[in-house]
T-cell receptor, first 114, second 113 residues
Framework: AQSVTQPDARVTVSEGASLQLRCKYS??????LFWYVQYPRQGLQLLLK??????VVQGVNGFEAEFSKSNSSFHLRKASVHWSDSAVYFC????????????FGLGTRVSVFP | NTKITQSPRYLILGRANKSLECEQH?????MYWYKQSAEKPPELMFL???????RNETVPSRFIPECPDSSKLLLHISAVDPEDSAVYFC?????????????FGHGTKLSVL
Protein backbone atom coordinates (compact mmCIF):
# COMPACT_ATOMS: atom_id res chain seq x y z
CA ALA A 1 0.00 0.00 0.00
CA GLN A 2 1.08 3.56 -0.60
CA SER A 3 0.89 6.54 1.72
CA VAL A 4 1.84 10.19 1.95
CA THR A 5 2.75 11.87 5.23
CA GLN A 6 2.86 15.59 5.80
CA PRO A 7 4.07 15.86 9.38
CA ASP A 8 3.19 19.51 9.89
CA ALA A 9 -0.53 20.25 10.03
CA ARG A 10 0.03 24.01 10.42
CA VAL A 11 2.96 26.31 9.70
CA THR A 12 3.15 29.99 10.51
CA VAL A 13 5.75 32.22 8.88
CA SER A 14 6.45 35.91 8.57
CA GLU A 15 6.20 37.61 5.21
CA GLY A 16 9.58 37.56 3.49
CA ALA A 17 10.81 34.52 5.38
CA SER A 18 11.63 31.21 3.76
CA LEU A 19 9.25 28.27 3.82
CA GLN A 20 9.79 24.53 3.73
CA LEU A 21 6.96 22.03 3.79
CA ARG A 22 7.84 18.42 4.40
CA CYS A 23 6.45 15.42 2.58
CA LYS A 24 7.37 11.77 2.99
CA TYR A 25 5.92 9.00 0.85
CA SER A 26 5.78 5.26 1.02
CA UNK A 27 5.49 3.35 -2.25
CA UNK A 28 7.31 0.32 -3.58
CA UNK A 29 7.27 1.46 -7.19
CA UNK A 30 8.32 4.63 -8.97
CA UNK A 31 5.97 7.42 -7.94
CA UNK A 32 4.68 10.48 -9.67
CA LEU A 33 4.69 13.27 -7.07
CA PHE A 34 2.77 16.51 -7.05
CA TRP A 35 2.26 19.53 -4.87
CA TYR A 36 -1.18 21.14 -5.08
CA VAL A 37 -2.26 24.34 -3.33
CA GLN A 38 -5.76 25.20 -2.15
CA TYR A 39 -6.51 28.87 -1.54
CA PRO A 40 -9.49 29.73 0.65
CA ARG A 41 -12.83 28.74 -0.88
CA GLN A 42 -11.21 27.48 -4.07
CA GLY A 43 -10.36 24.22 -5.73
CA LEU A 44 -6.87 22.77 -5.81
CA GLN A 45 -4.27 24.10 -8.23
CA LEU A 46 -1.07 22.39 -9.35
CA LEU A 47 2.17 23.95 -8.12
CA LEU A 48 4.60 21.44 -9.60
CA LYS A 49 5.12 17.77 -10.36
CA UNK A 50 7.97 15.29 -10.58
CA UNK A 51 8.53 11.95 -12.23
CA UNK A 52 12.13 11.68 -13.28
CA UNK A 53 15.24 13.67 -14.11
CA UNK A 54 16.60 16.59 -12.12
CA UNK A 55 15.47 16.03 -8.53
CA VAL A 56 14.84 19.74 -8.07
CA VAL A 57 11.74 20.88 -9.92
CA GLN A 58 10.57 24.42 -10.37
CA GLY A 59 6.94 25.36 -10.03
CA VAL A 60 4.76 28.42 -10.20
CA ASN A 61 5.03 31.50 -7.99
CA GLY A 62 8.64 30.81 -6.98
CA PHE A 63 8.03 27.39 -5.47
CA GLU A 64 10.40 24.49 -5.96
CA ALA A 65 10.56 20.96 -4.62
CA GLU A 66 13.31 18.44 -4.18
CA PHE A 67 12.84 14.73 -4.63
CA SER A 68 14.98 12.30 -2.64
CA LYS A 69 14.64 8.62 -3.40
CA SER A 70 16.90 7.63 -0.53
CA ASN A 71 14.79 9.58 1.95
CA SER A 72 11.44 8.94 0.22
CA SER A 73 10.77 12.63 0.43
CA PHE A 74 9.48 15.44 -1.76
CA HIS A 75 9.86 18.66 0.22
CA LEU A 76 8.49 21.99 -1.03
CA ARG A 77 10.39 25.25 -0.62
CA LYS A 78 10.02 28.94 -1.25
CA ALA A 79 12.76 31.46 -0.57
CA SER A 80 10.55 34.40 0.39
CA VAL A 81 6.84 34.09 1.10
CA HIS A 82 4.12 36.63 0.51
CA TRP A 83 0.87 37.00 2.42
CA SER A 84 -0.94 35.61 -0.64
CA ASP A 85 0.84 32.28 -0.10
CA SER A 86 -1.47 31.62 2.84
CA ALA A 87 -3.23 28.42 1.83
CA VAL A 88 -3.35 24.66 2.35
CA TYR A 89 -0.67 22.68 0.55
CA PHE A 90 -1.17 19.04 -0.39
CA CYS A 91 1.53 16.56 -1.31
CA UNK A 92 0.11 13.95 -3.68
CA UNK A 93 1.39 10.63 -4.98
CA UNK A 94 0.21 8.94 -8.15
CA UNK A 95 0.93 5.32 -9.02
CA UNK A 96 2.14 4.56 -12.50
CA UNK A 97 -0.28 2.54 -14.54
CA UNK A 98 -3.23 3.05 -12.24
CA UNK A 99 -5.90 5.37 -13.58
CA UNK A 100 -5.43 8.46 -11.48
CA UNK A 101 -4.91 6.54 -8.27
CA UNK A 102 -4.03 9.63 -6.32
CA UNK A 103 -2.99 9.42 -2.68
CA PHE A 104 -3.21 12.72 -0.84
CA GLY A 105 -1.38 13.80 2.25
CA LEU A 106 -3.49 15.44 4.94
CA GLY A 107 -2.25 18.86 3.94
CA THR A 108 -0.29 21.64 5.65
CA ARG A 109 -2.06 24.91 6.38
CA VAL A 110 0.32 27.84 5.89
CA SER A 111 -0.39 31.21 7.47
CA VAL A 112 1.78 34.14 6.44
CA PHE A 113 1.80 37.14 8.76
CA PRO A 114 3.06 40.64 7.90
CA ASN B 1 -10.53 29.25 -12.75
CA THR B 2 -13.50 29.73 -15.06
CA LYS B 3 -12.56 26.78 -17.23
CA ILE B 4 -14.40 24.40 -14.94
CA THR B 5 -17.70 25.73 -13.71
CA GLN B 6 -19.76 24.19 -10.96
CA SER B 7 -23.26 25.01 -9.83
CA PRO B 8 -24.58 25.77 -7.39
CA ARG B 9 -21.76 27.21 -5.23
CA TYR B 10 -23.69 26.67 -2.01
CA LEU B 11 -26.45 24.20 -1.24
CA ILE B 12 -28.46 23.79 1.93
CA LEU B 13 -30.62 20.73 2.09
CA GLY B 14 -32.94 18.91 4.35
CA ARG B 15 -33.73 15.43 3.14
CA ALA B 16 -34.43 16.64 -0.39
CA ASN B 17 -33.10 15.51 -3.73
CA LYS B 18 -30.74 17.73 -5.68
CA SER B 19 -28.22 17.63 -8.50
CA LEU B 20 -24.80 19.20 -8.72
CA GLU B 21 -23.60 20.27 -12.13
CA CYS B 22 -20.15 20.65 -13.65
CA GLU B 23 -18.98 21.72 -17.07
CA GLN B 24 -15.41 21.90 -18.33
CA HIS B 25 -14.25 23.98 -21.26
CA UNK B 26 -10.81 22.40 -21.58
CA UNK B 27 -11.56 19.61 -24.01
CA UNK B 28 -10.53 17.02 -21.45
CA UNK B 29 -11.53 13.36 -21.66
CA UNK B 30 -11.56 12.54 -17.95
CA MET B 31 -13.85 14.03 -15.32
CA TYR B 32 -13.99 13.41 -11.59
CA TRP B 33 -16.12 13.99 -8.53
CA TYR B 34 -14.21 14.52 -5.29
CA LYS B 35 -15.60 14.98 -1.78
CA GLN B 36 -13.68 17.12 0.70
CA SER B 37 -14.86 17.05 4.30
CA ALA B 38 -13.72 19.71 6.76
CA GLU B 39 -9.97 19.72 7.45
CA LYS B 40 -9.41 16.68 5.21
CA PRO B 41 -7.92 16.13 1.76
CA PRO B 42 -10.18 15.44 -1.22
CA GLU B 43 -11.42 11.88 -1.64
CA LEU B 44 -12.24 10.45 -5.06
CA MET B 45 -15.87 9.45 -5.53
CA PHE B 46 -16.20 8.81 -9.27
CA LEU B 47 -14.04 8.97 -12.39
CA UNK B 48 -15.33 9.07 -15.95
CA UNK B 49 -13.15 8.69 -19.02
CA UNK B 50 -14.67 9.32 -22.44
CA UNK B 51 -18.11 9.24 -20.80
CA UNK B 52 -17.51 5.80 -19.28
CA UNK B 53 -17.49 5.31 -15.52
CA UNK B 54 -14.15 3.68 -14.73
CA ARG B 55 -13.66 4.41 -11.03
CA ASN B 56 -16.48 4.08 -8.54
CA GLU B 57 -15.14 4.29 -5.03
CA THR B 58 -17.07 3.22 -1.96
CA VAL B 59 -19.84 5.79 -2.09
CA PRO B 60 -23.37 5.54 -0.62
CA SER B 61 -25.98 4.60 -3.21
CA ARG B 62 -27.78 7.90 -2.67
CA PHE B 63 -25.03 9.47 -4.82
CA ILE B 64 -25.57 8.78 -8.53
CA PRO B 65 -23.21 10.24 -11.14
CA GLU B 66 -24.11 11.00 -14.71
CA CYS B 67 -21.97 12.04 -17.65
CA PRO B 68 -24.31 13.20 -20.43
CA ASP B 69 -21.44 14.28 -22.65
CA SER B 70 -17.68 14.54 -22.42
CA SER B 71 -17.75 18.09 -21.08
CA LYS B 72 -20.49 17.73 -18.47
CA LEU B 73 -20.79 15.87 -15.22
CA LEU B 74 -23.72 15.62 -12.84
CA LEU B 75 -24.03 14.29 -9.32
CA HIS B 76 -27.54 13.39 -8.22
CA ILE B 77 -28.06 13.22 -4.47
CA SER B 78 -31.16 11.78 -2.85
CA ALA B 79 -32.17 11.80 0.82
CA VAL B 80 -28.97 13.42 2.03
CA ASP B 81 -27.44 12.52 5.39
CA PRO B 82 -25.64 14.93 7.75
CA GLU B 83 -22.38 13.10 7.00
CA ASP B 84 -22.72 14.33 3.42
CA SER B 85 -21.95 17.90 4.49
CA ALA B 86 -18.78 18.72 2.59
CA VAL B 87 -17.44 20.51 -0.45
CA TYR B 88 -17.87 18.58 -3.67
CA PHE B 89 -15.28 19.31 -6.32
CA CYS B 90 -15.46 18.53 -9.98
CA UNK B 91 -12.13 18.04 -11.71
CA UNK B 92 -10.89 17.15 -15.15
CA UNK B 93 -7.74 15.98 -16.88
CA UNK B 94 -6.70 15.37 -20.46
CA UNK B 95 -6.50 11.64 -19.83
CA UNK B 96 -6.23 9.21 -16.95
CA UNK B 97 -2.49 8.72 -17.35
CA UNK B 98 -0.91 8.78 -13.94
CA UNK B 99 1.17 11.91 -14.40
CA UNK B 100 -1.63 14.08 -15.74
CA UNK B 101 -2.44 17.18 -13.72
CA UNK B 102 -5.98 17.71 -12.55
CA UNK B 103 -7.89 20.94 -12.94
CA PHE B 104 -10.41 21.60 -10.19
CA GLY B 105 -13.57 23.68 -10.12
CA HIS B 106 -14.41 25.98 -7.20
CA GLY B 107 -16.60 23.37 -5.58
CA THR B 108 -20.15 23.15 -4.27
CA LYS B 109 -20.47 23.47 -0.52
CA LEU B 110 -23.26 21.22 0.68
CA SER B 111 -24.71 21.82 4.13
CA VAL B 112 -27.21 19.27 5.39
CA LEU B 113 -29.68 20.50 7.98
Amino acid sequence: AQSVTQPDARVTVSEGASLQLRCKYSYSGTPYLFWYVQYPRQGLQLLLKYYSGDPVVQGVNGFEAEFSKSNSSFHLRKASVHWSDSAVYFCVLSRMGYAQGLTFGLGTRVSVFP
Amino acid sequence: NTKITQSPRYLILGRANKSLECEQHLGHNAMYWYKQSAEKPPELMFLYNLKQLIRNETVPSRFIPECPDSSKLLLHISAVDPEDSAVYFCASSQSTISNERLFFGHGTKLSVL
